[in-house]
């Protein structure tokens, strides 16, 4: 039981936990759970980004370009029933959308911040983050959403109010940023081109979505 919330089993899925009717309640915080994080705000303010100017421009230009906007929309392939889909694999599949939504949120919550908070001092950081919450927001939204086809969500709300927060420099958030959008983005593309190869392991639509994206 997560602390102030009283926790009953979903109906459809008697193996998960609901806060209350159609809400799912957080997993138990572990080592490998996505984590919310925070940073030294004041020394991003300080930072000298003269140097890096030109590149940082550039992008803002194409995160402004927003060519992924018309990409991750629910299209008539998610508008069908998913009862069929049971046991184990429905079980882990809601487990894998609950953790990748919930890694999209903290990136959301870290950007918006640091976009917050830099406004005045970087202001080039500062859009460029906000940008980047943008993004992970999309991304964060449209997980829920397919959490929605099981009859499940995620309270985010709560998430961003009781979620431990986890310290990490600024050079560890770029550096983690960096590794970890380019390790996630070839396992959807690797799973996307392993769906390709073989049709009658695709079971849901979501990973369509990567098509164009290589």
């Keep these: ?41 004041d020394t991003v303010a300080k930072m000298d980004i003269s140097e890096n ?17 018309h990409h ?6 998610f508008k069908q029933g998913w009862d069929h889909i049971v046991g184990e694999k ?7 959308l609950e953790r990748s939504c919930t890694s999209e949120f903290s990136g959301f919550l870290l950007f918006k911040e640091l976009s917050r908070r830099l406004k005045d001092s970087q ?51 770029i550096y983690t940023v960096y590794l970890s ?3 996630g983005y070839w396992r959807y593309i690797l799973v996307y081109r392993h769906m390709e190869k073989n049709p009658e392991y695709q079971f849901y639509p979501l990973f369509r979505k990567f098509e164009s994206c290589n």
Excluded at 53 to 69: M, V, W
Excluded at 72 to 77: A, N, Q
Excluded at 138 to 157: E, V
């Design 1 to 41: 039981m997560v602390k102030g919330l009283l926790m009953v089993k979903s109906l459809d899925n008697p193996s998960v936990e609901l806060s209350k009717s159609g809400v799912k309640a957080p997993v138990q915080e572990t080592l490998l759970t996505p984590r919310f994080y925070t940073t030294d705000f």
């Design 53 to 69: 100017e030109p590149e940082l421009r550039a992008i803002i230009d194409e995160l402004k370009a927003d060519y992924n906007r």
């Design 72 to 77: 991750f929309v629910r299209d008539d392939e």
């Design 90 to 96: 429905r079980l882990a599949f809601i487990d894998f």
């Design 123 to 173: 202001p080039l950081l500062s859009e460029a983050f906000a940008y980047l919450a943008r993004d992970e927001a999309r991304h964060a939204g449209f997980l829920n959403k397919s959490m929605a086809d099981f009859n499940l969500s995620l309270d985010l709300s709560y998430l961003t109010k009781n979620r431990t927060y986890t310290f990490f420099p600024i050079e560890w958030v």
């Design 181 to 183: 959008e380019k390790i």
